[in-house]
């Protein structure tokens, strides 16, 4: 694992250390998840991996990103930042066009759509997984 990557990991385990995802677990689990699908490309994608919820999530910043990582980096965590109120297709368009972002949206996307880390599946996460099938398509044409 090259220092970028390292320094975004351990970055990432800072921010969303007290975080749990939608299953009640560690929410660094999913972030874990998204990198190791991505261990095949570079640097710069296994730290947006990493790094792909924190300005969402978190109180960091997109200026924050780009002076720890470097413009490429924070183009492509701001890229995949869904912005408060934005419509989802607007999102996910913005998400195809930087390709760094759409390679992680989807392995972002793989996990999001495991419905078997859920104990009880409810209609909502039917509805949530019917959307991510559509970025899923769409950021795959």
Known sequence: MGELVKKARDLAYKLHSNQVDISGAPYVNHLKFVAQQLL????IVQAVAWLHDSVEDTDITIEEISDIFGTEVA??????????????????????????????????LEHNMDLGRLKVITDSDLRRLQKYKFARQFLLS
């Open 40 to 43: 095949d490309y570079s640097e």
């Open 75 to 108: 183009q492509a965590v701001e890229a995949i930042t869904k912005r408060h109120k934005e419509k989802y297709k607007d999102y996910i368009t913005r998400v195809k066009n930087n390709n760094i972002a759409r390679v992680v949206k989807l392995a972002d």
